[in-house]
């Protein structure tokens, strides 16, 4: 079966990018990273994916004032013209219009640092500390209008701990990131995600019982 064309859009350093990029190396991998777009032309993440041989593109959001309309069509050209299957949404801080959501529905991923649906939008390891909750993690889901809403595909959860920081938190949450979008992405790219009515179901075990209990008593 031939690996799915997959293409990342990023506004910053790309650190879930680099995960995807590393898990894409190995040839067994049911999804090729062909493409990294940014909004931002000196964004961090570009470099990594000259470094690793893949391609690159950038549309200035600034370019098209407010006509996010346009902006979209123009990433969308772009996709289109790299024969793009999937899109997976790395840090790119640009909210999309629901025409663009709807070309790639069922083919656009975005990772969110909580555990949804708590949690929706910024700021969301100094919410978690803030109202004290005991565990906290991260969501891989596909991209619908409303934001941080979509059918989940996968999650990942730690602990919280008493003294934790936003930062402190931020540093392991980030490492579930990196864990799993690249397993979401696999399962996706390998069509074992299916969205019935409006929630994903996914062909794969599943983990026992195991239960994640915090504080341990």
């Not at 506004?11 to 931002?40: C, F, H, Q, T, W």
């Not at 656009?108 to 910024?122: C, M, Q, R, V, Y």
Request: net charge positive; charged share 25%; with cysteine.
């Amino acid at each position: 079966m031939a690996r799915k064309r997959v293409a990342i859009l990023i506004s910053g350093r790309g650190s879930n990018m680099a995960a995807l990029i590393a898990a894409a190396k190995d040839k067994s991998y049911p999804a090729e990273i062909v493409l990294v777009v940014s909004n931002i032309a000196d964004a961090g993440g570009l470099e990594i994916a000259r470094a690793n041989g893949i391609a690159t593109e950038t549309v200035e959001h600034k370019r098209f004032g407010k006509d996010r309309d346009a902006f979209d069509r123009a990433i969308h050209a772009i996709l289109e013209k790299n024969n793009i299957e999937i899109v997976c949404l790395a840090g790119f801080m640009r909210l999309l219009t629901p025409l663009f959501v709807a070309q790639w529905q069922g083919r656009l991923l975005n990772i969110h640092p909580a555990l949804l649906p708590s949690f929706k939008g910024l700021d969301t390891h100094a919410r978690a500390v803030e109202t004290g909750v005991k565990i906290h993690g991260a969501t891989v889901h596909f991209v619908v209008p409303e934001v941080d809403s979509g059918p989940i595909v996968a999650q990942a959860a730690l602990a919280v701990r008493d003294d934790d920081t936003p930062d402190s938190l931020a540093a392991r949450v980030i490492k579930l990131e990196h864990r799993i979008y690249p397993l979401a992405l696999k399962l996706v790219a390998e069509g074992r995600v299916r969205i019935v009515g409006g929630r994903c179901v996914v062909d794969t075990p599943f983990g026992g019982d195991t239960p994640l209990i915090v504080p341990q008593g």
